[in-house]
């Protein structure tokens, strides 16, 4: 069985919920961990009101016995504390008829009100407003979080950093700073995205909010001490790039993404790019470099998968575009709503969780097991095979 989950919830409606399905039984799961990561997710400079409002903590409703899974479908819940200011609008049964619940007409470029409203017949644009905001992306951090903790089981780690915001690089070697700092300190010293965002960069958050601005930037996510052999190249929908960019591609505001080199790739000699293959009695077989990113062919190579992703700035601003009325169909601006200034950091959280996702299940897909004891035994008898090559 493949592993999976569904997910509900609205921005403002009660809860946020998902369930996980096929997910191994005797892992131990930490729930400090996974609110941790929830925390992550709140955190970065350039969040908005909600932020404030908002304490994400991880409610676990069924699949779990005494701190381990019972491979049981895992149902998990985080609470929308907004809802207490909202329950009357966002009421599942009944209409109140406030005064306040207006109806959202002024569609915001960049966001998918107009499109949302049109496809779905939706009069009021709050009725895509709610399941379209990032944040769903709350939930997807915690089925994120929880598989990250079967991959530490196996050696597998993932880490993410800001490269960019707006036009400011972070630094050039973040990254190695990251892997470095990520092996090496406690796990809430290398979790805060706080630590990526320099008094310059601030500074350029306050410059854009200021002047009723947004910011969008630059994230990378790694994939360290991945088996090789994830993905297949055998058919179009198993390979493993197109698995990962395409999730990638599925959180809000995410409009490009490269693996390795990536575009850098289109303007340099095959020499410059293809990592050349070595072998050593000790190592198997070696690279020097990682253009590829970790991954030929759709395949997981054994080195990091490094994902670079690009978000565009968030489309809610206080000096709003021109729009025209849902309705009345007369030139408008853009509806102002409460919004963050810059989501960056918080995204590349998400993205960590997302590929967390994406790599369990493809290591589901290729080494099965019911049991954190036999994934561990199948995965322990494909290196040895490996070893043996
Ligand atoms: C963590 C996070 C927070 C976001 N916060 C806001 C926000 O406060 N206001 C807003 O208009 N868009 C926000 N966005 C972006 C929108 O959700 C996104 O741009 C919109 O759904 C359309 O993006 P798409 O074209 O990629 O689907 C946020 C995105 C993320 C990932
Ligand atoms: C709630 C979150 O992000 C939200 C994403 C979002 C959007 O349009 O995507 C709009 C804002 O929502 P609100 O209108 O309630 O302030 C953000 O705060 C979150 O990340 O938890």
Redesign the pocket.
């Known amino acids: 069985m493949s592993l999976r989950y569904l997910s509900g919830g609205e921005s403002h409606g009660l809860a946020l919920t998902a369930i996980i399905e096929g997910f191994w039984a005797n892992v131990e799961i930490n729930l400090e961990k996974i609110n941790l990561d929830l925390k992550r997710?709140q955190s970065g400079y350039g969040r908005?009101g909600?932020m404030r409002i908002e304490n994400d903590e991880l409610k676990i409703i069924s699949g779990l016995r005494q701190g381990l899974t019972l491979g049981s479908p895992i149902t998990i819940q985080i609470n929308n504390k907004d809802f207490q200011n909202w329950e009357k609008i966002m009421d599942p049964i009944f209409d109140h008829n406030l005064k306040e619940n207006r109806i959202i007409s002024r569609p915001?470029p960049?966001?998918?009100d107009l499109v949302g409203g049109l496809k779905y017949q939706h009069k009021d644009l709050r009725n895509v407003l709610e399941r379209?905001?990032?944040r769903g992306?709350a939930i997807r951090v915690a089925v994120g979080s929880i598989c990250k903790q079967v991959l530490e089981e196996i050696g597998i780690k993932i880490i993410s950093y800001v490269t960019q915001i707006g036009k400011k690089s972070i630094t050039d070697n973040i990254k190695e700073d990251f892997e470095d700092i990520f092996n090496n300190a406690e796990q809430s010293e290398v979790r805060c995205p706080d630590l990526q965002t320099s008094n310059e960069i601030k500074g350029e958050i306050d410059k854009a909010g200021s002047k009723g601005e947004t910011l969008g930037g630059v994230f990378e996510v790694v994939v360290l001490n991945s088996p090789p052999g994830l993905g297949s190249y055998v058919h179009f929908d198993r390979k493993l790039d197109a698995i990962l960019s395409g999730a990638l591609m599925s959180?809000?505001?995410?409009?490009g993404v490269e693996i390795g080199l990536g575009f850098e790739a289109a303007n340099s000699y095959g020499s410059q790019v293809h990592d050349e293959i070595f072998y050593s009695e000790t190592s198997g077989f070696y690279r020097e470099r990682n253009n590829a990113g970790g991954i030929e062919g759709g395949v997981s190579n054994g080195e990091p998968i490094v994902l670079r992703c690009a978000?565009?700035p968030?489309?809610?601003l206080s000096h709003p575009l021109r729009s025209v009325d849902f309705i009345s169909k007369e030139p408008f601006d853009a509806q102002i709503?409460r919004?963050?200034v810059c989501?960056v950091p918080?995204?590349s959280v998400?993205g960590e969780s997302i590929i967390a996702f994406e790599i369990a299940k493809v290591l589901k897909e290729k080494f099965g097991g019911d049991s954190l004891d036999e994934l561990k035994e199948n995965v322990n008898s494909y290196l040895n095979y490996l070893e043996e090559v």
């Open positions: 997710r908005g909600r915001r960049g966001h998918v379209s905001s990032a992306t959180l809000q505001g995410i409009k978000m565009k968030i489309p809610t709503e919004s963050d989501a918080a995204a998400v």
